[in-house]
């Protein structure tokens, strides 16, 4: 069955102070990876998506993850986190499996300090 | 261009009674997406419509039903609230029904069922 896995529920940072966020998945098939950042009172923001190609993928505010099949992870990272980073963020994998379904982690709630 | 849109904010309800929730597409997109958050976890998929028909399912009972209208827009009805559907109603827009499309989510629904 598919899953996602974040390990860590809190996350602690002083800012300035590099990040890494990590998640594992189960899924037969290559995966659609996503990461998700959730502020206080806000919907879900799409921070990159991983489908096929570099393994090392970019995304919006200075984040990025790399996909290692081998471990079957999809780890989120950011050189120099900042106050505003603070929030919950969620990785996810999309699957087809007869129907299309999202399947998100529980979530990592990052705090940081000043 | 305007964003995905959810109303109510808030909602409280008895158990037993029945709801329904509104969603605004973003313009041009012909998917929508329903997702459950409970407190504390990750956002669960409840189903996809893709131009008026139902496009995927999660583990939901059929008490949850939806329905997506010509202009895109979509509403989720719950029949017999239980206390355990308390939560965070999110949807989601996508230009298409694909798994790799990108989902802009609202900003939730908050569902307490007393």
């Known amino acids: 069955a598919q899953s996602v896995t974040q390990p860590d529920i809190h996350i602690t940072v002083s800012e300035g102070a590099s990040l890494e966020l990590r998640c594992n998945y189960s899924?037969?098939?290559?995966?659609?990876l996503f990461w998700y950042v959730q502020s206080p009172g806000q919907g879900l923001q799409l921070l990159l998506k991983?489908?096929?190609?570099?393994?090392l993928v970019q995304g919006i505010k200075g984040f990025e993850a790399e996909f290692k099949r081998s471990q079957s992870s999809f780890n989120l990272r950011k050189p120099s986190v900042h106050w505003s980073d603070a929030a919950e963020y969620f990785c996810?994998?999309?699957?087809?499996?007869?129907?299309?379904?999202?399947?998100f982690g529980t979530g990592t709630r990052l705090k940081v300090l000043a | 261009e305007t964003g995905v849109t959810q109303s109510p904010t808030h909602l409280i309800k008895t158990r037993g009674q029945q709801v329904t929730l509104r969603c605004s597409s973003q313009?041009?997109?012909?998917?929508v997406s329903w997702y459950q958050q409970a407190l504390g976890q990750g956002p669960q998929f409840i189903f996809q419509?893709?131009?008026?028909?139902?496009?995927g399912r999660g583990n939901f009972p059929p008490r949850f039903s939806g329905l997506q209208f010509p202009n895109y827009s979509s509403e989720l009805n719950v029949n017999a609230l239980e206390l355990d559907d308390s939560a965070l109603y999110l949807c989601?827009?996508?230009?298409?029904?694909?798994?790799?499309?990108?989902?802009?989510f609202g900003p939730g629904t908050r569902l307490t069922v007393l």
């Open positions: 313009s041009g997109h012909n998917t």
């Open positions: 991983y489908f096929s190609g570099d393994t």
């Open positions: 989601a827009s996508s230009l298409t029904s694909g798994v790799t499309d990108t989902q802009y």
């Open positions: 996810a994998v999309g699957a087809f499996s007869g129907t299309y379904k999202y399947i």
């Open positions: 419509y893709y131009r008026e028909e139902e496009n």
């Open positions: 899924y037969g098939a290559t995966p659609y």
